[in-house]
């Protein structure tokens, strides 16, 4: 152990590579712990540095013993937290674990602790980008019937988003695809599929940030409905009552880019 009694796990960035990290604290009691991941991190000369593998045996048994401890609430919460992909997030989800395993009483509602409160934080944060991808992403159709949309999110809320989608496209067969993340979900018409490809792939476009201007070919009648609808918001928008500060405040700019109505 390092002079100043922190010990450093270093891990991918999983969820298995976090409860492992759980399971490692526990196993040789070190529950003063900085997680860090594996690429760039940096210690002092003194520290103890722990490379922690991905065992998905001892990842399982932390879970069902996370399962045991929270309501299905709690379990919500910790999932969004893990989404966030911070390390900040990351660091209060072992923090979490350390305590609800070290009390035999419930603690997930005590929010005087920092990472219960800061886990419920996250939370939020993350369901708000849910709902607002859900709320925002706009479909293309190209020439071949597939209806295809890129985003790029601010936390991995794809897994979040994927039953909303196929509840209300199940007679389209769509892609949305993570230009960040380098992933999309794709539904055939009976499953949703996980994908991984280039972006470039989809759209020559990405490096300009003009992700809706596909470079794959529109459908015809995709492209007048992007007139028309150009068009009637140009018919209703009344320039001299534009409020740009309130706008921003609903719809901030990051959003933009999903919107037709935004790329005139």
């Given at each position: 152990m ?6 450093y ?8 590579g ?5 399971f ?13 991941f594996n690429?760039?991190?940096q210690h002092?000369?003194?520290s103890?540095?722990?490379e ?19 309501s299905?609430s709690?379990?919500r919460q910790?999932?969004f937290?893990y ?7 990351f660091q ?11 009390h ?15 886990i ?18 706009r ?8 209806f295809l ?9 794809l ?13 389209q067969?769509?892609l949305i695809?993570?230009?960040q ?5 794709y539904?055939d ?6 994908v991984?490809?280039?972006a ?5 476009n ?10 794959l070919q ?10 028309l ?23 901030p700019?990051?959003?933009?880019r999903?919107l037709?109505e935004?790329?005139?």
């Open positions: 390092s002079a100043d009694g922190m010990v796990y270093y891990f991918d960035g999983s969820m298995v976090l409860l492992n990290c759980v490692r604290a526990f196993q040789f009691k070190e529950f003063q712990v900085q997680l860090c690429e760039g991190a002092g000369l003194f103890t540095v722990v922690i593998p991905n065992n998905e045996h001892h990842a399982q048994r932390v879970w069902s013993a996370i399962q045991q401890r929270l299905q709690s379990l910790f999932y937290a989404l966030s992909e911070s390390l900040d997030a209060h989800l072992f923090n979490y674990c350390i305590y609800i395993f070290r035999h009483h419930s603690v997930e509602k005590n929010y005087a602790h920092p990472s219960v409160l800061a419920a934080q996250w939370a939020k944060k993350v369901g708000r980008e849910k709902h607002r991808m859900e709320a925002f992403v479909f293309k159709k190209t020439t071949d019937g597939l949309s890129l985003v790029r999110p601010d936390f991995n809320v897994p979040l988003i994927q039953p909303h989608f196929k509840r209300r496209y199940q007679d067969c769509w695809y993570d230009e993340r380098k992933y999309g979900l539904y018409l009976h499953e949703i599929h996980e991984s490809l280039e470039n792939e989809i759209d020559r990405l490096a300009s940030g003009a992700s809706q201007s596909f470079q529109l459908d015809e009648q995709e492209e007048l409905y992007d007139q609808w150009k068009d009637y918001f140009n018919s209703i928008n009344i320039k001299e009552r534009q409020n740009v500060k309130l706008h921003v405040q609903y719809l700019k990051r959003y933009w999903y037709n935004k790329l005139i």
